[in-house]
């Protein structure tokens, strides 16, 4: 009988290469790397960002042309409004000879007008509606006020023709063209208070503030008159 080999059976094994660790510099690459990924993912997703959501061409234009139209509105209130005050102050001397010469009832006054009187206010009436010729274009508000005081002008300038007219009549004939001019002083004054309120509103909103031109009216004629605020106040 055979000896029996009891040593231990070798095992057969498989030597598998060692798996270097990470070097402390690649690692440190690949966080560099995701970080610049990152940075670049946000560069990218803000400049779509701000590609839709930025004003195109078209909008930044309409917002220069508004802003410059503003601006040149403000420019024509203030003139606007100077010149108001100066074609108020030529024509209240009309008006102060009219209403001595030509009460509301049509009755011809107490008071003497001679042709060189009325030859004045026809002079002034006339510089007055010289003075809104040529009108330059506004805004809307701006171009309402202007054409209310231009038309007011242009009707009392007429009131002054029709009453140089009536001196040259008498009886009836006289009567209703004296009649006829006191309706017309009343339209006109009538749509000059229309302008001067509209002139006060656009004064408020281009910032100026309150400001008052009109004309003396006498009760019952109907007119518009200026509000209590103080002039230059800012209160609506």
């Given amino acids: 009988m055979s000896a029996i080999d009891i040593r231990p059976q070798e095992v057969a094994t498989i030597n598998r290469p060692r798996q270097p660790a990470p070097a402390q510099g690649a690692t440190w690459a690949r966080v560099l790397a995701l970080a610049v990924a990152f940075a670049l993912g946000a560069i990218v997703a803000g400049g ?132 006829l001019a006191v309706r017309q002083r009343a339209d006109a004054l009538f749509t000059w208070s229309i302008g001067a309120t509209a002139l006060d509103a656009v004064n408020i909103d281009a910032g100026y503030g309150h400001q008052h031109v009109f004309l003396p009216t006498s009760p019952g004629e109907g007119a518009l008159t200026p509000d209590t605020e103080p002039e230059g106040s800012h209160d609506s």
Avoid: C, H
Wanted: aromatic share 4%; charged share 20%; hydrophobic share 45%.
């Fill in 48 to 179: 779509v960002v701000f590609a839709l959501t930025r004003p195109d061409s078209i909008e930044q234009t309409a917002d220069r042309l508004r802003a410059e139209s503003a601006l040149r509105d403000r420019t024509q209130i203030k003139t606007l409004t100077e010149l108001a005050r100066g074609t108020r102050a030529r024509l209240l001397p009309v008006l102060d000879g009219l209403s001595r010469a030509m009460p509301s009832d049509g009755a011809a006054g107490p008071v003497a007008v001679t042709a060189a009187d009325v030859e004045s206010w026809q002079q002034a009436a006339a510089a007055a509606v010289q003075g809104f010729a040529d009108p330059p274009s506004g805004e809307t508000a701006t171009n309402v006020a202007r054409s209310s005081l231009a038309s007011a002008v242009r009707q009392l300038a007429t009131t002054v023709d029709t009453y140089a007219a009536a001196r040259g009549l008498t009886g009836p004939a006289r009567a209703a063209a004296m009649d």
